[in-house]
């Protein structure tokens, strides 16, 4: 019973780099939602993705970001030309539906480093 | 208790004692909340949730208090043990925005001692 699985769990780019990050949801979930943690923050919603479609991407910065969750495969959040303040913790996490009451359930997390 | 590191309020307990944990929340046209718990180097781990339309929900060895009146949150854990020592956050969705768009309180830090 597989939970809500990220990868990679450690990157580190370079400045102006680009950085990938993937996350499968448990199964049977079809709603993902991305949060980041900075540092001495807590969580702060980014996006918000049902299959093909990008539902509420109001947390997202206006650059650089951006994130998919195709037919096939994971839900990718991307972020170009990296900078030192994207270094953080990128949250995944899934629900059945998008209703009260549907848990929603975390990954272990993707922490960015940029040097 | 000293806060330190995230400069998050802290609560120090000693092994067997109860702990309760508190959060104010804004929105009050929210309607779902949950407690999350999140050790160090992990993501956040569901604990319990409670609907705006209850006021005590009880789990093992925990109980969330929801109070709409003043907008308060709470978090008992019974006979709290060493392995309950990490953050806590309280998060609250619903009042017209998607369930999933959780907004976060800022966090706890539970430090249980044996």
């Known amino acids: ?115 | 208790g000293e806060s330190v590191g995230l400069h998050l309020p802290t609560l120090s307990v000693q092994e067997g004692d109860n702990s309760i944990i508190n959060c104010a929340y804004s929105n009050s046209a929210s309607d779902y909340f949950i407690w999350y718990k999140q050790e160090s180097g992990k993501g956040p781990q569901f604990i319990i949730d409670i609907r705006s339309n209850m006021d005590k929900r009880q789990g093992q060895r925990v109980t969330v208090l929801l109070n709409k009146t003043v907008k308060h949150l709470s978090l008992q854990i019974a006979a709290t043990q060493p392995g309950d020592s990490a953050v806590y956050f309280c998060a609250e969705s619903g009042g017209g925005t998607s369930y999933g768009k959780l907004t976060f309180g800022q966090g706890t830090i539970l430090t249980v001692h044996p």
């Open chain 1, 1 to 115: 019973n597989a939970g809500v699985m990220q990868n990679p769990r450690h990157l580190v780019r370079r400045r102006g780099q680009e950085a990938r990050l993937r996350c499968s949801p448990m199964k049977g979930h079809s709603h993902v939602y991305w949060y980041r943690q900075l540092p001495e923050e807590g969580l702060k919603f980014m996006v918000y993705l049902q299959k093909e479609n990008i539902i509420d991407e109001s947390g997202m910065p206006k650059e650089r970001f951006s994130a998919e969750f195709p037919k096939e495969g994971p839900s990718i959040l991307r972020i170009q030309q990296v900078v030192r303040g994207d270094s953080a913790a990128y949250f995944c996490a899934s629900s059945r539906a998008d209703l009260s009451g549907n848990t929603i359930y975390f990954g272990e997390g993707s922490w960015l480093t940029v040097v």
